[in-house]
């Protein structure tokens, strides 16, 4: 079975009014992901077919009706699709993926930033607190989903914007560091692309990833975008690496 193409891009809200539009759509097709992991999006650069579930259109800001701070495409056809972050809100989606090699379970981020409703929006947070408290939720979300027969079994991708790192040079005050590992740690989940970049993809045991990749070589928005092929351990993989 062939290992499948994992991808996640912050495309900075390029939209068909932006000098970068058309390139950025011809990376997305050269990057050929079989999952793509949208952020800061609009319909615009969805590749053509496939399946596709959207995160909430409200997430505290103005924004215009077709803008979605989370978005995930898939080449196969998506199940229990669910946004069960609600505070704050439309930054998640999540889904079931009826893969070749059996069903996996995503979810598909968009962590908040540090100054989220702190300089702008509502204006009624403190720094990385929006970011905090959604790393809670994402934890108590993923404890969920082990207690659930329908998701209980399913190996599990985390992927999109983390908006923080721990290298070359922290980013993120430490609770929101540790707010991170601690996701990881009890959902069983490792980070399997470049732990550089903020945009990532966490998979957990039961799959097993390799060719981690940062696309495009330019940065055509304030992120790189990064992927990586992804198998279910128990499956030879048979694709060129």
Known sequence: MDPIRVA???????????????????????????????????DELIPSGGYVARGGPDWGY???????????????????VSSEISDPGGRHVCATIA????????????????????????????VWEDHFNYLVS???????????TETA??????????????QPRPYGSHKVREAWADVLAEAGLSVVTDETMIDKIAVSTGLTASDPSIFPPEKMSDHHAVSCLVLASDQPQSREQ
Do not use: M, Y
């Not at 011809?26 to 999952?35: G, L, P, S, T």
């Not at 994402?138 to 659930?148: D, F, T």
């Open 62 to 80: 103005e924004a215009g009706p077709d803008r979605r701070k989370v978005l995930l495409w898939s080449r196969w056809p998506i199940t229990d």
């Open 8 to 42: 996640t891009w912050n495309v900075g809200w390029t939209s068909s009014g932006s000098g970068q539009f058309n390139q950025s759509r011809e990376r997305i097709a050269e990057i050929a992901a079989d999952i793509l992991v949208l952020t800061e999006t609009t």
């Open 138 to 148: 994402l934890r108590e979300l993923l404890r969920r989903e082990v207690e659930r």
């Open 153 to 166: 079994s399913l190996p599990v991708i985390v992927a999109g914007d983390i908006n923080q790192r721990e």
């Open 99 to 126: 893969t070749p090699s059996g069903p996996i379970r995503l979810h598909a981020v968009c962590v908040p930033w540090a100054q989220a409703h702190v300089s702008g929006g509502q204006r009624n947070r403190k």
